[in-house]
């Protein structure tokens, strides 16, 4: 056998062995891709089955308990936490002012931050959720996160802050875990969708607590809402 035969029979099994351990490794990551997609899939299905169980108070002819856990919906509901945060920056000064006007910039980053993932991931409610929940627009038809999880973890931390009274600082807590806990309990969320939402609202609050607006940054939102309030008053006036 000539020197040039053999040179050509090595590369043909140096080419062969390359394609085989490429097959080899392509094959591999369709195992670990399918491993990881059946993880995923597994995951997801859990989620749903004891998030179904843990819904004890989904349907209205559950108990009369289900009217207290409407009523933590509420309280955790943008609106009410938007229009007091508004409100507060009106009507006080100093470090109350500061304080509601750093709530208010909380809450605005959360109504985008959620907006944003139920938009992307448009993950459909529990199908046994029922439709009456509390002053809910179209990106609500969407579970995840659990938008009153975020908010009530990202309100209660920065409440947490300012408050110095132990006791009202443990009530705070206890009432953003009901907000959280009820979301299951009404079925209207997953499991899974309340967890990532009480990380997302305490994210939220870190985010808060390093921009936190300075005093004198917040009396100047507090005239530019004044003169937005006045503005639309004179519009409606004559509208009329």
Known sequence: MTSTNVSIQSKRQEKSTSSSATKTDN??????????????????????????????????????????????????????????????????????????CNMLLGLLLDLIVVGTFKVVFRRKRPIYNE??????????????????????????????????????????????????????LLGRHHIFDVIFGVVIGLAQFGVIMVVWLPEQLCHSIKQSLYSLVTNLNHNSLEAS
């Open 27 to 100: 094959e591999k990551t369709k195992v670990l891709q399918l491993h990881e997609v059946n993880v995923t899939e597994y995951l997801l299905q859990l989620d749903i089955e004891l998030s179904e169980k843990l819904s004890f108070f989904a349907t209205k002819d559950s108990s009369s308990w289900r009217y207290l856990l409407v009523l933590l919906e509420i309280s955790g509901h943008g609106v009410p936490w938007i229009a007091a945060a508004v409100l507060g920056v009106l009507i006080t000064r100093g470090t109350s002012q500061q304080f509601a």
């Open 131 to 184: 439709k009456d929940m509390f002053a809910t627009v179209s990106v609500d038809q969407y579970s995840f996160p659990s938008g009153h999880s975020t908010r009530a973890a990202m309100v209660a931390g920065i409440i947490g802050t300012y408050v110095t009274n132990q006791t009202n600082m443990v009530l705070v807590f206890l009432w953003a875990v009901c907000v959280a806990s009820s979301r299951v």
